[in-house]
């Protein structure tokens, strides 16, 4: 066959490499020119032309299989250009190691330093959970022979290797997984092994140099990777610390200012002389909730008394030298040494941070000095003060102007109403106590315009009429109120009597005198400890009363009954007078009446429901009848 017949089928071996057409087709040349029966030379050419296109078709073909790989791996080197997250970029390393080498799996394992083995990070092709779940000791498995010679190991069948140790639970997975051929290689960063990369198919397969290779260039980007994600995690580590360490700084700064500025706006109320309430204000404003000021005995200041009992968390926030909470309140100790001055409540405010803490407590410092200087002030005023009132009870008329005028230039008006207080220990023993007794009426005319000095066996107080109830009702309570917290104060039972209220020296003396008698009537009645003034003692404030206001007790005792008579026209008051004087015999009474004896009975009924029915008791059987008589003596 000469050359021209020859050119057929070597247009057709071009045409085959041009399409990329399968090795068998290359063949099937030769093979239909002998079925044409063409010469042994141009068989031998087609022979020699087809060993050649071959050569040229494998070429060609590593070439691509070269081109796919370098693709892969710029892809590759691209994802780990952009993207961050590791777990994108590893999975796409699996996946391109299984599509390159062909395999029916691919997987990545890693160190799990705190549990000290080894654990599946990545699969791609995987089917079984307890092959995805899988967990290797150290030096176990195909892949623990990796990481002990930092070498690529490839099996075309695991189950017979024996070049590395098998255990249950390996072999359990890779069995569950069906696998058969694996190459592992390891993942290596400065020297040493961080990982493995393996590539697994489920059929018998020897993996040539140039697979191992390809794999091994995708365990270094895996590595890289690796590496980029623990660099990029501490530098993120890094600033999430130093951005706490700004936040923190400047929180400190802010709370360094804050606290400055509170200390000036304190300090400055102080020096312009600000009561409590004005701190209190301030201090509530700063922290943006609501404060209480509590004097040693829980009395309030400033602000509204709260209802929960303090008395533990007040105790707490001595020993302990700091505010503390107490349910939804904040409670910190007024103290000066060893001294409780008051308390210091806060509510609103469940959570305070250490900055607010400390602001508060240093509101409680500066409401410590604050009643310190008042105090200071209020013992030197009250010693003067007292020095007035021992002269107004000594010798009233003596120079009445004179004392008048001393008291205003103290700030005490004696030209108004004030009360008088008369207070002694229940049980009279010493000087010492009586110094107590002063020391506690100090405390409880703290913070008002009232006068205290001790006189004579008792101390007396001047109570102005601003600062208590008008009217007898009021005299009665702020006696019985003074007794109770002057016995708190003093911490024994203290007896309280009030005289008239009362204007100018002479009257205030006459009042002083008065409550003193009501005093002493106290104790002999067996009510000492009490306060009472001489109204409330009935007949026996009017007997010991000074002016004996004798209208006021017959209108005190018989007012319902007069004014029932004003209104109906009736003659209860005058029955009531029979019956007592008839010894409380119905028959006489209604003799001296003229009337029937119904008749006194009934107006009796009525007496009885206007008042009270304990009328005929002993006590106040004395006392009605005493008003009566004073009553018919005064022309009634």
């Known amino acids: ?123 791609d092709g995987s089917v079984s959970v307890l092959f995805q779940t899988l967990r290797l000791s150290l030096g176990d498995g195909l892949g623990g022979l990796v990481a002990q ?59 040539s140099p140039e697979e191992v290779a390809l794999l091994c260039t ?27 360490a700004n936040e923190l700084v400047r929180a400190h700064s802010a709370a360094v200012q804050r606290a400055e500025q509170a200390h000036d706006r304190l300090t400055d109320l102080v020096l312009r002389g600000a009561e409590v309430p004005d701190v209190a204000a301030a201090v509530a404003h700063l922290l943006g909730g609501e404060i209480a000021v509590l004097d040693a005995e829980g009395e309030p200041l400033a602000g509204r008394a709260p209802v929960a009992e303090l008395a533990a968390a007040v105790a707490a926030s001595r020993a302990e030298g700091r505010s503390v909470r107490h349910e939804r309140l904040w409670v910190c100790a007024v103290l000066a040494g060893q001294d409780t001055l008051g308390t210091l409540v806060l509510r609103g405010r469940p959570d305070l941070d250490d900055a607010d803490r400390r602001l508060f407590e240093r509101a409680g410092v500066v409401t410590a000095l604050l009643l310190l200087l008042r105090r200071s002030v209020a013992e030197t005023e009250n ?35 004030h009360l008088v207080l008369v207070a002694e220990p229940a049980n009279r023993t010493d000087g010492a106590e009586r110094e107590r007794l002063a020391g506690a009426a100090r405390r409880y005319l703290f913070g008002s315009r009232g006068v205290g000095a001790e006189h004579g066996e008792a101390v007396v107080l001047l109570v102005p009429e601003a600062e208590y109830a008008a009217g007898a009702e009021g005299a009665e309570e702020t006696a019985r109120q003074a007794a109770d917290r002057l016995a708190r104060l003093a911490g024994f039972p203290v007896t309280v009597g009030a005289g008239r209220t009362a204007a100018g020296p002479s009257a205030l003396a006459a009042s002083y005198a008065e409550g003193l008698r009501c005093v002493r009537a106290l104790r002999v009645l067996g009510r000492a400890g009490e306060g009472a003034s001489a109204r409330a003692l009935g007949f026996l404030g009017v007997l010991l009363g000074d002016g004996h206001d004798v209208d006021g007790f017959v209108g005190g005792v018989l007012g319902p009954l007069l004014d029932y008579d004003a209104r109906r026209g009736t003659e209860l008051v005058r029955t009531l007078r029979a019956y007592f004087d008839c010894g409380g015999s119905l028959t006489r009474a209604k003799d001296e009446l003229h009337v029937h004896v119904n008749t006194v009975v009934q107006r009796l009924d009525r007496v009885e429901a206007l008042l009270g029915k304990d009328w005929h008791e002993p006590e106040r059987s004395l006392e009605l009848q005493l008003a009566l008589r004073l009553q018919l003596l005064a022309g009634g």
Request: hydrophobic letters at 45%; aromatic letters at 4%; a negative charge.
């Open 1 to 123: 066959m000469n050359d021209e017949s020859a050119a057929p089928a070597l247009r057709r071996l071009l045409d085959l490499l041009a399409s990329g057409a399968a090795t068998e087709d290359f063949a099937e040349v030769l093979a239909d020119a002998r079925r044409r029966g063409a010469p042994a030379g141009v068989l031998a050419e087609i022979d020699d032309a087809t060993w050649q296109a071959l050569r040229v078709h494998r070429t060609l073909r590593q070439h691509r299989r070269r081109e796919a790989e370098l693709t892969a791996l710029f892809d590759t080197a691209g994802d780990l250009a952009a993207s961050r997250e590791l777990d994108t970029v590893l999975q796409a390393i699996v996946r391109r190691a299984r599509m390159l080498l062909g395999t029916d799996t691919a997987y990545l394992t890693l160190p799990d330093e705190a549990a000290g083995d080894t654990y599946m990070r990545v699969t």
């Open 149 to 207: 010679t930092a070498r690529p190991y490839a099996t075309p069948d695991y189950r017979t290797d024996d070049r590395f140790r098998h255990t249950g639970t390996i072999d359990a997975g890779v069995l569950d997984e069906g696998l058969v051929a694996i190459i592992g290689v390891p993942l290596l960063l400065g020297g040493q092994v961080i990982g493995v990369l393996f590539a697994a198919d489920r059929s018998p397969r020897a993996f």
């Open 218 to 244: 995708l365990a270094a980007h895996a590595a890289i990777a690796l590496d980029t994600a623990k660099a990029l995690a501490d530098t993120r580590a890094a600033l999430a610390e130093l951005n706490a």
């Open 383 to 417: 010693r003067v003060r007292g020095e007035l009132l021992t002269d107004l009870l000594t010798a009233p008329e003596r120079d009445p102007a004179g004392l008048t005028a001393r008291g205003r230039r103290l700030g005490v008006d004696l030209a108004r109403p």
